[in-house]
């Protein structure tokens, strides 16, 4: 009998040490969740968890909306976007203007050659036609104004337009650089090669065919042209 005694009384002893440790749990379960949650008429015993994964859900939702104002789609570099017609069509403009700062072409009606230079370099030599007598050759620094395939050409006097074609007086190229607003003067090639060299021209400066395209092809508008006697 004494012992049945003993062991109620233990069993006794660990209901209410039981009870102790279930209370405290509950109290500091309690005074750790938030206001809210303890104010709550219902609340689930997954709650805690609940709250602190709320908590974890606002505070990544706060970082993405951060990311999404710091670096908003209109403000994105301007190196990204890309080049407009506009300004790619000035880039192969500003390409070709390089080409007057590194070349020019001299004439020397004395030899009636032109000569191509890179700076300080004569990288071409061509023969050439000069003006005749009363039809001389202007001389002076120039740059060439415009140029021009297979040109026709309008006689200076009897006004005859000759077309574009083999037997065109301009041949097959023309390099204008010189204009007085009516007549212009400048390189072009010629049917009649045989005549280069000589003074036969209206002042312009015929070449071969051959050597015209040539030229076309190594200067640009803008180049300089110096015609010396």
Request: proline share 7%; net charge positive; hydrophobic share 35%.
């Amino acid at each position: 009998m004494v012992r049945n005694d003993s062991l109620a009384r233990i069993v006794m002893l660990l209901c209410f040490g039981t009870a102790i440790l279930s209370l405290t749990l509950h109290w500091r379960i309690s005074t750790s969740m938030p206001k809210t949650v303890k104010d709550a008429s219902r609340v689930s015993t997954n709650e805690p968890f609940d709250s602190l994964a709320r908590q974890i859900r606002d505070f990544v939702s706060v970082g993405e909306d951060i990311k999404k104002e710091s670096f908003p789609k209109s403000k994105l570099p301007l190196k990204t976007q890309a080049a407009s017609p506009q300004q790619s069509q000035a880039k192969s403009v500003n390409n070709n203007n390089n080409v007057s700062f590194e070349k020019k072409v001299v004439v020397d009606l004395g030899d009636r050659r032109a000569y191509v230079y890179r700076q300080n370099t004569v990288i071409a030599s061509y023969p050439i036609g000069v003006g005749k007598k009363g039809w001389e050759t202007p001389t002076g620094t120039f740059e060439v104004l415009h140029m021009q395939h297979d040109p026709a050409w309008q006689h200076p006097i009897t006004g005859k337009i000759f077309p574009a074609g083999p037997n065109s007086p301009l041949g097959e190229r023309w390099i204008g650089f010189w204009s007085d607003g009516h007549n212009e003067i400048g390189f072009h090639g010629t049917p009649e090669s045989d005549l280069v060299g000589s003074p036969v021209s209206h002042g312009c400066l015929r070449m071969r065919n051959s050597d015209v395209r040539l030229l076309y092809e190594q200067i640009g508008v803008g180049v300089p042209v110096e015609v010396r006697k």
